[in-house]
């Protein structure tokens, strides 16, 4: 991805090297970190389906479901408005199921549930930061570990609901908050420098890795002809930092 002042630009050959799946119907792409899923006013290739409509020479593209930017993973694109509006109907009748695998901070232990409500976090500065409230919407997110070094946790996570933030937050509210999450780790005023002044030395000397080590692993659709299952691999830098965590 050639860097600009302000981010990446993407390429042909990254697409296709991120392919997960290319039918006459569907695209699917396994998302790095760092890369924005909706157009941006850098032009097409500034995003990923800006990037993706040039690359398969669509003029319309559905994504019924996206990634924040620092958020890897698998991406689905339909190339019909047809089977857009049926993907984004079983998002809305919950018949999607998705699992993501992250790296939290510190030891958890054994499965757990969080079943708690998420509304905008009022003591803190960033207006989009969500937070466990009583008013807030109702949220349930599912936590399994599934191993365990120098004091983190590569867990599998599936949210049963689909807030605003929803993993970060539930994460943090367990005091296990996703590794290198600069809005919802031990201090937000790191997301405030880095809108201001990107990942520089400060944040690389502060922050183990340059963007929040969560992964969207598999999307499932239920469809009215039977299953459509998307799966990722796991991130490089994810998956390359994970390992470095068991070197003795």
């Known amino acids: 991805m050639p860097r600009t002042d302000w981010g990446w630009l993407l390429t042909p050959a990254e697409l296709e090297s991120w392919t997960l799946l290319l039918t006459a119907d569907l695209f699917a792409v396994n998302k790095p970190g760092h890369v924005l899923c909706h157009p941006s006013k850098f032009g097409p290739w500034s995003s990923l389906i800006g990037a993706a409509r040039e690359y398969l020479g669509e ?3 559905h994504m019924p479901s996206r990634l924040d930017r620092e958020t890897s993973g698998a991406v689905l694109f339909a190339r019909n408005r047809e089977l857009g509006s049926t993907l984004q109907r079983a998002i809305q009748h919950h018949r999607v199921h998705k699992t993501y695998t992250a790296i939290l901070d510190g030891i958890l232990s054994s499965p757990v549930t969080v079943d708690e409500p998420l509304g905008r976090d009022a003591h803190s500065s960033v207006f989009l930061k969500q937070a466990v409230r009583p008013d807030g919407y109702p949220s349930h997110t599912e936590f399994e570990p599934i191993a365990c070094a120098a004091n983190h946790t590569l867990t599998r996570i599936r949210p049963r609901t689909g807030r605003l933030h929803q993993i970060r937050a539930h994460a943090a509210f367990l005091g296990h908050p996703v590794t290198g999450d600069k809005l919802y780790g031990p201090d937000e005023n790191h997301f405030l420098h880095f809108i201001q002044h990107g990942f520089d030395e400060t944040l690389q000397q502060a922050l183990p890795l340059s963007r929040q080590a969560l992964h969207a692993s ?7 002809g039977g299953e459509l299952r998307i ?9 390359t930092y994970w390992r470095s965590l068991q070197t003795p």
């Open 59 to 61: 003029p319309v593209l």
């Open 231 to 239: 799966d990722a691999p796991l991130a490089d830098d994810i998956d």
């Open 218 to 224: 598999s999307l499932v659709f239920q469809l009215p």
